[in-house]
Structures are given as C-alpha cells and as structure tokens.
C-alpha cells in the first residue's frame, strides 16, 4: 500500500510538501495542476516544474488526479477526435516525467456535489461536507453552482471550473437526448482513443466513481455500483484500463458492499488506486463526511483496508477528504490534520493485517 496525500500545489493549497513530508509513512502525492482546463494539454515543462518540486520536496509523484474529459467527448460531439488527441498528448508528456497512474472520471457536467461545505458536526463542534439531497429539491443546476461556489472558501474547485460552467446551459441540454447506452459508446470510443497511448507508455487509466453514488438532475452516470463498474472494465480488456476505488463516493449508498468490491476488481488487477475515506449516512440520500476511525461513520476500515491488502497491496492509496478540525481553515475537505490522522490509522491497520499475515 503505497500511501500519497493529495497536492494541489504551492500556489493553490494551504497544505505544503514539507508539510506532507512530516506524516509518518508518506511516499508521495496524487498531483494537480489545477488551473488546465478539461481539454487542454498538460505541457512538458509545467508538468517537470511540479514534479521536480515534489521530488525536491523528498516525496514521489506516480500518480495525477483530475485530468479531466472534455465534455464533448462525453456527449459525442465532432470535436472529440481533437480532444482525445490533446489527451494522449497529456498521456505521454506525464509518462516522460515518471508519472505511473492518472485518475479521471466520464461523469457528465457534475464531477461531485455536496449541499453544504462547512458543515458543523454538533457532536465534536469539527466542520464536514455534507449531502442531502432534500436540500437541491426545486434548486436548477445553475442554482447550484453558485452555491457551490459560493461556499468554496475562496478556493477553486475540481470539476466545478468556471470555463465548464458557463457552458452549463447548452451542455444540460444536449445531455437532456442522451440516456446510459449513449454515454457507455462514448466512453468506449474515448478508451479506444487514448489505451494504446497508455498501453505505450506504460500509464494505467484509473476511472473515478461517481459522487455521489446515484443519478442526478436527470443525467445519465454509469460509475456507482458494483456492477456499473464491472461494465465499465468490459468496454476495454486492456489492465491499462482500471478503476479508482473511491469509498466514499461509493459508500453513499449503503447497498455497495465496498470491501467486495474491492476484492472483486483487486484479484483482477483492475484496481489502479484507492481513495479511503469514511461518511455518516444521516437518512434517504443524506450523509456527511466523518472521520476515517470506523465507529465514526459507516465504512468498516478495518475490512476495506484487509480487502487492499489481500487483493491489490501494491495500490496508491491516499486519505480522501477530511473534516476541519482545532480551527483549521483552507480548501473544503482537504485540510492538513484531519488527512494527516487518516494517514497514521489506516497505516497502522495495514501494519496489523501484514504482521499478523507473516506471524500465521
């Protein structure tokens, strides 16, 4: 289990590689270069200029999150042949500088959603993201936006770029014709278009669930059951193409059974990396973030932790979102101390699963 804590870098995080490097079992980041836009190529020389700061920084940096799908490949437009392109050109300029997994997600115009980012848990008085979906009831997507915006802190957030929004409009409408099927051809010509790269490089394709793990809006989404990302995998044999096993996102609805599903896609060697994380179910389509400790929320650590290590143990893992806890301020759910804690649990039950494994 190779631990990573997710950077945004120095001019967008409060969070710093020192920082980062100070947590005891840290290896590396999941990067970002969050000012490209979906559809952009990555260049050589920023995509160096960060990593070579990372490496400076005494840590790796194997994996890249968030090198979005332009949403014309998703709806199929004409545009996407030259959209695919840049993306294969992005594959090969982060293969060059050593980057081994690239994290993306095919949901349509929404990469996540929560109704409130600063959430007070009145149990402990820390402050989480949370979900109800009462909350959007009669709110348009647009609505939505802004509120999302609205309570960002200040900070830019992923998939909810200002460029991709103010074409929200015209997108909602041309997803308005398109129903699952579409969507999966679409996803298909999009593989077809950038594994061989992959395959070339030696970068392996890691797809995001969706978050949460339901429709919304009327969108078709394809990424938020067990058996949603068995068809996925089907669309290409190619271990180029894989997932990012996200338990939060999937963990929403209680019917994911998360450690099987990690067993299921690990022992097929389909599991690219892991996002850990854990959340409260509070009611229908309600939740909050919690702490990764198991008796907080819902998620059985211990178990999904054991099915990564008896099944893909060799995965990038890194704490996924955090509640803001002693009066930390910064971008929602990706404060330092909350993930830094995450990090010394989740080490700690992997170092109980291998000592006991050598002992048996």
């Not at 968030?66 to 199929?76: A, L, P």
């Not at 437009?77 to 293969?95: H, K, V």
């Not at 600063?118 to 709110?139: C, P």
């Not at 702490?291 to 178990?303: I, K, N």
Request: aromatic share 10%.
């Amino acid at each position: 289990m190779k631990m990573t804590f997710r950077y945004f870098g120095a001019k967008s995080d409060t969070v710093s590689l020192s920082q980062i490097r100070q947590i005891p079992g840290m290896s590396g980041i999941m990067g970002f270069l969050d000012y490209k836009a979906a559809g952009e190529v990555w260049g050589m020389e920023e995509i160096k200029t960060y990593i070579d700061e990372v490496h400076a920084a005494g840590l790796a940096c194997e994996v890249i999150e968030s090198v979005n799908v332009h949403e014309d490949i998703k709806m199929g437009l004409p545009s996407r042949d030259r959209y695919i392109e840049n993306y294969c050109a992005t594959i090969r300029n982060l293969a060059a500088c050593g980057v081994k997994v690239i994290i993306y997600n095919f949901m349509p115009v929404f990469d996540w959603l929560r109704t409130d980012l600063h959430r007070r848990i009145d149990a402990d008085g820390s402050y989480s993201m949370y979900y109800d979906e009462a909350e959007i009831e009669g709110l348009s997507p647009l609505d939505l936006t802004a509120r999302m915006n609205a309570g960002s802190n200040g900070f830019s957030l992923p998939g909810w770029e200002s460029a991709r929004m103010a074409e929200l409009k015209s997108t909602l409408s041309h997803y308005a014709q398109m129903g699952e099927k579409e969507l999966l051809q679409n996803y298909q010509y999009f593989l077809d278009g950038v594994i061989p790269t992959c395959e070339a490089c030696g970068v392996v394709m890691a797809c995001h669930p969706d978050d949460p793990a339901w429709p919304l809006f009327g969108l078709p989404r394809l990424a938020h059951s067990e058996a949603g990302l068995a068809r996925i995998l089907e669309l290409h044999p190619s271990k180029a193409h894989a997932l990012c096993i996200c338990t939060g996102s999937l963990g929403a609805a209680p019917e994911n059974d998360l450690p099987a599903i990690i067993r299921r896609f690990g022992s097929l060697g389909r599991v690219g990396c892991v996002h850990i994380r854990n959340i409260k179910r509070l009611g229908y389509r309600k939740f909050r973030e919690a702490s990764h400790l198991s008796a907080d929320g819902d998620l059985d650590m211990f178990e999904i932790v054991k099915a990564v290590y008896e099944t893909c143990p060799d995965a990038y893992v890194r704490p996924d979102h955090g509640r803001m806890i002693w009066g930390e301020t910064g971008r929602p759910g990706y404060g330092l101390y909350d993930r830094a804690l995450g990090v010394a649990y989740l080490n700690g039950l992997f170092e109980a699963l291998d000592k006991s494994a050598r002992q048996a």
